[in-house]
């Protein structure tokens, strides 16, 4: 499974992004997609999940409410729309996916995409 994501950028505090990551390769109708999030220093941890086949979601405590997950099945894309961004989401952002069906990618995630940078000033 390769993953592609794009979208990230500078946005001042407030603002919004949208990431995307398009799905290529073996691709196969159950596992999860999601992202995560990294910072210098600090471990890479998780953002949201999506179950490509039950549809269920997961987000992490610090994001509910102002980041969205989605998928475009056809298109084998998930997506990440964030809102109300704050400093703190300043990270370089990964696109994951697992052979698990479910939504909570927490130790499970196995493909990994090329990171995307996410600046949000204050």
């Known amino acids: 499974v390769q993953l592609q994501a794009s979208g990230g950028g500078l946005v001042q505090a407030g603002g919004s992004l949208r990431l995307s990551c398009a799905a290529s390769?073996?691709?196969?109708?159950?596992?999860?997609m999601g992202w995560f999030r990294q910072v210098p220093g600090k471990e890479r941890e998780f953002v949201a999940g999506i179950s490509w086949s039950r549809g269920s979601i997961y987000y992490a405590d610090s994001v509910k409410g102002r980041f969205t997950i989605s998928r475009d099945s056809a298109k084998n894309t998930v997506f990440l729309q964030m809102n109300s961004l704050k400093p703190e989401d300043t990270a370089v952002y990964y696109c994951?996916?697992?052979?698990?069906?479910?939504?909570?990618?927490?130790?499970?995630?196995?493909?990994w995409g090329q990171g995307t940078q996410v600046t949000v000033s204050s």
């Open positions: 390769g073996r691709t196969f109708s159950t596992y999860g």
């Open positions: 994951a996916a697992s052979d698990y069906s479910g939504s909570n990618l927490i130790g499970r995630a196995r493909y």
